[in-house]
């Protein structure tokens, strides 16, 4: 009785292990098709204007329908070999740039009063020349003033002041780029780390390093930032108290007389 509890016990843990292995290689390659769907329609709905609500649904639809070709039927009919996850990729991306691209532009752009109210507010960085024209054109900012480099750039700047950091820069593109590919590491890291697997840790570690890579990029332009949108909201509040004091101060007179 106990050799054949010990036999069912050792079964049981590989056809777990064997399971557990399955279900986590199909849970990387959903990440890998996910990605290759959403990672660059979210970097165009930031850094480009014209990228409107039609090609980012043409974005899903070219890459649930690619995906079946790309990954099942064309290597099932001898087409070309089957691809490793990061072949899948990129194929599967380009596959959908081809589509959602012509997409975006055969159709007509979101309406500029909101496209306007989105940049006014939030300032994003890429090809935004068209808003940003018109915003300027409305009275609603200040017409940009690119800052004169003085010197040789370095590969990756660490110093900004606020107006220079409000500029589109190198640093953005890397931090663009690094971000998803972070993130994907860590998820497979963490799965393959899970089942045991060496490489695991290794790509956690790749993750971790990445991350901390990506910190020391864009961190002291995110500050620089900070410090101009605090001192935009110090300056906002005191005109909102002093404005507060104005209304109170002719309420009192009105009630007085």
Request: glycine share 8%.
């Amino acid at each position: 009785m106990g050799r054949a509890a010990t036999l069912v016990l050792l079964l049981g843990s590989f056809f777990y292990g064997l399971m557990m292995e399955e279900i986590t290689a199909w849970l990387i390659f959903a990440l890998w098709l996910m990605m290759a769907g959403i990672w660059l329609p979210n970097i165009l709905q930031v850094v480009w204007w014209r990228f409107n609500a039609w090609g980012y649904l043409a974005s899903w639809m070219a890459n649930l329908g690619v995906s079946w070709l790309v990954v099942w039927i064309l290597p099932a009919f001898g087409a070309f070999p089957p691809l490793p996850d990061y072949g899948q990729f990129w194929l599967l991306m380009a596959l959908g740039a081809a589509v959602f691209v012509p997409a975006t532009l055969l159709t007509p752009p979101e309406k500029m009063d909101h496209l306007v109210h989105y940049y006014v507010q939030t300032r994003p960085l890429g090809w935004w020349g068209p808003v940003a024209r018109e915003a300027e054109r409305r009275g609603l900012i200040a017409p940009e003033r690119k800052p004169v480099q003085v010197g040789r750039r370095p590969l990756i700047r660490r110093s900004w002041t606020p107006e220079e950091a409000d500029g589109w820069s190198r640093e953005d593109w890397i931090a663009i780029v690094l971000s998803p590919v972070v993130y994907a590491l860590i998820i497979i890291g963490l799965a393959r780390l899970l089942l045991g697997l060496l490489d695991g840790a290794l790509i956690t570690l790749g993750a971790v390093a990445g991350a901390f890579l990506l910190y020391w990029v864009i961190d002291p332009k995110l500050r620089a930032v900070s410090v101009e949108y605090e001192a935009r909201q110090a300056r906002y509040l005191e005109e909102l108290e002093r404005s507060v004091r104005w209304g109170e101060g002719a309420l009192d007179a009105r009630t007085e007389g």
